[in-house]
């Protein structure tokens, strides 16, 4: 069992940068891939980024490449989300998630075992 509580939202000019964090609890934080979803309004949730156990394999929608990086520390039990150059498009709630499946964050939401409560981002134009 994993429980997720994120943190680091707010209101941003399009071209800032918010960072993210997601407090995970469970002893056995470090085997679950950790990512993070965001959905906006009148959308279905959208996968954005997703770090191995390890953290050596990092994967991302194409829309936010180059532009958030995820990394995660287990000693901590936490996973970041870095977001740089914001844009409108990306104002949504920003959720974490964690599974033991990688696999699971292609397969879409309804996959994904454990997810946190959200926290929202708004880039304003």
């Known amino acids: 069992q994993v429980q997720l509580v994120e943190s680091g939202g707010g209101l941003v000019q399009a071209g800032g940068s918010l960072r993210l964090s997601c407090a995970a609890s469970?002893?056995?934080?470090?085997?679950?891939?950790m990512g993070w979803f965001r959905q906006a309004p009148g959308k279905e949730r959208e996968f954005v980024a997703a770090i191995s156990w390890s953290g050596r394999s990092t994967y991302y929608v194409d829309s936010v490449k180059g532009r958030f990086t995820i990394s995660r520390d287990n000693g901590k039990n936490m996973v970041y989300l870095q977001m740089n150059s914001l844009k409108p498009e990306d104002t949504a709630v920003y959720l974490c998630?964690?599974?033991?499946?990688?696999?699971?964050?292609?397969?879409?939401?309804?996959?994904?075992?454990?997810w946190g409560q959200g926290t929202q981002v708004t880039v304003s134009s």
């Open positions: 469970g002893r056995t934080f470090s085997m679950y891939a």
């Open positions: 998630v964690a599974d033991d499946d990688m696999a699971a964050y292609w397969s879409g939401a309804h996959a994904v075992d454990y």
